[in-house]
């Protein structure tokens, strides 16, 4: 595939970094996204709605460049042809009935009445409202709120959807409808962009898998590669005991432990391991001995700490 | 039928303007419904119609007599230079235009605009257009209201004043000095919403500028809505106390040069408020 090829299909991101004033938004971020679900994994203030702020223009990059299937949002007449974007923001003009709201979203492309008509009919249809898009918006559930955001951005038909969190606040119902829309979009062929804060409710969907914390983009790729990345990742844990210098030469025995290093009061030892499963059982076999008495285990960092929870976390099996 | 969608859409690339203007179009209607038509706009309906009432009740009280038409001549060009052009409009415009943007940072709907497929551009002169619309119809509806029941209570006389004598010119003039007071103070306060978070400061210093503007240096005075209409004026009113500060007279400048720099202004300002628009951010957290 030739670049020209290449850049037209993909979301690329150049070594983008945001400031919102003296705060860091996102950090030297370089990406490159082609067509299927991609989700954007990451903590809360982790950089998330940052990056899909800068991929459609609403905030614009401290430096760096990024370009969107070719397209950048200072054309916006092209560009939001070809996206379409449902925010985390759950407001709206005031004084619409969802029917309006989506109806009059789609006159601003400039369409005829009866090509947005029918568009209108389409969307609510596929998000499922029923007969409340008639109804005022400010009479609806937080639910149907986020029906209608959907319908908005995704009315167009573009080639690029993103969603900064489209599963927040639905019940588990509404998430597998949701679930079941953004699979089938994705396979339409469709660049799907999907934030979340919890892996597990959407990696069953993802084709790829974007993780960042405080940000910085610290894996990509597809699910297995991600998880696999972050188990090899070296973590810092924290151990409180009375014999630090016997349990870190202890711990350093087995092969995963790649450094040490002990707490300035005596009191503890920063272990730095390779594999945090077989880690926790060796500490977990040592502390039953009883010759050593462990008073408190850590993470030490905690964004790895964090990203571990999400991706190995409750079940504690990779994949 | 894809070979429709991919004429249609070629011969929209080619013919940007024809898009533009449906988009503006569309834009303007969503604005003016909701602007002209809501109960928390019902104080600048005040601003507009209370010397209306007031004009309406001296011509239910008092007598008129031919004689007193010069007199109510002078009050009709005071009500217009000193509350409409320096309070009436200035508030109400200040009402109307300082929401355009803000308001819909405040409500956290600005993203869907600068989600849609319009040039931000587009997008800003709209806003502008259609808050100019209700502003225009507003205060113009108020004008023309004004002049029939200033003139009306003196009968026929009246009636040739102003269709036939002086006060034709006169009417011409004031109906021409409202437009383009809607249009300066809606340019100034449009630009001043978007720089700041709250523009009310702002207009209050706008307002001391514009009150003080006749006595500063003729190169200042370019820089001020009031400026060019005090040109326009048809009627100069005696000064007396306070008021003799502010009709100062300067050099004389026709009626065409004014209404001219005026709209020189208004392009200069609005072309200053595209380009904050093409920057601008959402950013509704700290906003
Ligand atoms: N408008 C803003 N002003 C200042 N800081 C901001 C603003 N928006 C986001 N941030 C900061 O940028 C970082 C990333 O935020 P965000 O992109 O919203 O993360 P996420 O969507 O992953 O929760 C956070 O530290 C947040 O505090
Ligand atoms: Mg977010």
């Known amino acids: 595939m030739t670049d020209h090829a290449t850049l037209h299909d993909r979301i690329q ?42 991929m459609t223009g609403l905030v614009q990059a401290s430096s760096g460049t990024i370009s969107v299937l070719g397209l950048s949002p200072g054309n916006a007449t092209e560009f939001f042809r070809a996206v379409g974007y449902c925010t985390q923001f759950d407001s709206f003009p005031r004084g619409l009935s969802g029917w309006q709201f989506v109806f009059d979203s789609l006159m601003l492309h400039g369409m005829d009445k009866m090509d947005a008509f029918r568009l209108t009919v389409e969307a609510l249809d596929r998000v499922q409202l029923g007969d409340s898009a008639g109804w005022p918006i400010a009479s609806y559930s937080k639910g149907m709120r986020q029906k209608i955001r959907l319908a908005q951005s995704i009315a167009h038909h573009p080639r690029v959807l993103i969603l900064d969190e489209p599963l927040n606040g639905l019940d588990p119902m509404a998430r597998a409808e949701s679930l079941a829309l953004f699979e089938e979009l994705g396979r339409q062929g469709m660049h799907l962009i999907i934030s979340s804060h919890i892996l597990d409710e959407v990696d069953r969907i993802s084709d790829r898998v974007v993780l960042i914390t405080g940000g910085y983009l610290i894996a990509e790729g597809n699910i297995h590669q991600v998880r696999q990345e972050v188990r090899d990742k070296p973590m810092q844990v924290l151990i409180r005991c009375d014999h630090p210098e016997l349990l870190a030469s202890r711990m350093f ?28 059982s060796m500490l977990n076999g040592i502390a039953a001995e009883g010759v050593i008495k462990i008073n408190a285990v850590a993470p030490a960092d905690d964004d790895a700490n964090a990203i571990y929870q999400y991706l190995i976390g409750s079940d504690g099996s990779a994949s | 039928m894809a070979d429709t969608v ?21 834009l303007t209607l969503i604005e003016v419904r909701r602007n002209l038509f809501s109960w928390k706009a019902s104080w600048i309906y005040f601003l507009a119609f209370v010397p209306t009432l007031l004009i309406f009740i001296h011509g239910l009280v008092d007598r008129h007599f031919v004689e007193g038409i010069s007199d109510d001549t002078n009050v009709l060009a005071g009500i217009v230079q000193f509350y409409y052009v320096r309070l009436g409009i200035f508030f109400g415009c200040l009402g109307i235009f300082s929401r355009l943007i803000r308001g819909e940072m405040i409500e956290r709907s600005l993203h869907f605009y600068l989600l849609s497929p319009v040039r931000r551009e587009i997008l800003l002169l709209s806003k502008f257009a259609a808050g100019s619309i209700s502003a225009v119809l507003l205060f113009e509806t108020a004008m023309v209201a004004n002049i029939a029941l200033m003139y009306g209570p003196f009968g026929a006389a009246g009636r040739d004043y102003v269709f036939h004598g002086a006060g034709l010119a006169q009417s011409e003039a004031y109906l021409v000095i409202v437009p383009l007071a809607c249009l300066g103070y809606g340019a100034v306060f449009l630009l001043l919403s978007m720089m700041f978070k709250n523009p009310t400061p702002a207009a209050m210093l706008v307002l001391g500028w514009e009150a003080i503007n006749p006595v500063l240096p003729s190169v200042l005075q370019k820089i001020s809505v009031a400026s060019y209409l ?20 300067t050099e004389p400048v026709s009626g065409w040069a004014a209404a001219l720099g005026l709209l020189l202004l208004i392009a200069v300002v609005l072309t200053y408020s595209c380009y904050r628009m093409r920057r601008l951010e959402i950013r509704y957290t700290t906003e």
Not at chain 1, 25 to 40: A, C
Not at chain 1, 259 to 275: I, K, N, P, S, W
Not at chain 2, 234 to 249: C, D, H, R, Y
């Open chain 2, 230 to 249: 005090r040109h326009l004026m048809p009627v100069s009113i005696p000064g007396e106390g306070i008021f003799a500060l502010l009709t100062v007279e």
């Open chain 1, 253 to 280: 025995s087995i092969n995963h432990c790649v450094e040490a290093r002990l707490h300035a009061d005596g009191q503890g030892v920063f272990l730095r391991t390779g594999d945090i499963d077989q880690f926790y």
């Open chain 1, 13 to 54: 991101f150049e070594n983008v970094s945001k400031f919102y004033g003296e705060v860091l938004g996102v950090n030297k971020v370089t990406l490159s996204i082609p067509p299927g679900v991609t989700t954007l994994v990451g903590p809360n203030g982790s950089g998330k709605t940052t990056l899909m702020n800068l």
């Open chain 2, 6 to 26: 991919g004429s249609f859409s070629r011969s929209f690339a080619q013919q940007p303007w024809a898009l533009w203007r449906r988009q503006a179009g569309r």
